[in-house]
Every structure is written in structure tokens, then in C-alpha cells.
């Protein structure tokens, strides 16, 4: 599955840049499907830095997922290698600036592994929204505005 998402911020590419590299921050909005997440180690991002994401699937059911810095370029480029249970993936944010602001762009590529190739075609389905709205969570967080309870970003 690939993905090749765009959402334009009014902010600098620096301030963007900053939120992405320590996404943890802000992953816990209200009702937030994400009760954890850490960056491992604490501090600047770079490559090597890892996150760990628990994602609450049902009550009493979650998955964890972990992420690796792969690739930098600050205030331009954050690239990101992740897997979890029956998938993988890889992550590309750039960052390019425009008048008054950025062009976020999000490339993503997910690949399901064992009982859940068969559900590609549903998994693809239910991502491809949840991916422009988190982009649109991204920028109504950093231009002030408030994502939406259920969408962390």
C-alpha cells in the first residue's frame, strides 16, 4: 500500500520539523487511541532514535509499534522505518517552505505480512482517510487550532 499525502501549513518548516521529531509530545489528545508512546533515547532526534507506540485496538487489546529514524535533513526531511505485529513500513516526511508557511508532504508505503495480506485491500481502505486527517491534525495543532478528540497527531 502507498500513500503520497500534502497539506499546507502556516508555519515555518522549522517549527513543523519540531513537532514530527518529537511526536510523542503530542500524541495523547482526548480520546486518543494511543495511551503511550517514548522516545527512545530521550533528546534530539536522530537517526537511530526509536519510538515505541501502544495503540488501543479494543478495551483490553492494544499493539505496540516501534518506529527507527532511518534518515534526517533538520527542517527538511524525517524519515522513519516502523513495524509491528503483520506489518512494516516506511515513512518520508518533507518539509518544503512556501510563502507564509510549509508544504508537508507524507510518502508511505505500509506492507501486511502473514494473515493479514488478505486484508490489504480493507487495511488500505480504512488508512487512506485516517492519514489526511492526522496531516490535518498535524497542521491545526501547529497553527493553533485543536485536532480532533479522536485524532491525534
Known sequence: MDYDNSITIRRPPEA???????????????????????????????????????????????MTMWSDCTSLVPDRRLELAWHGPGMTGHIAYTMEPVDGGTVLRQVETLTPHGLLRPMGGLMERMLRPRLTARLAAIRDRLEGGTPAAHQPV
Open 16 to 62: 513543523v520539523f519540531a513537532m514530527l521529531a518529537d511526536i510523542q509530545e503530542y500524541a495523547h489528545a482526548p480520546g486518543s487511541p494511543i495511551p503511550e508512546m517514548e522516545k527512545i533515547p530521550p533528546g534530539p532526534t536522530a537517526v537511530g532514535t526509536r519510538w515505541r507506540e501502544v495503540v488501543q485496538l479494543l478495551p483490553f487489546m492494544t
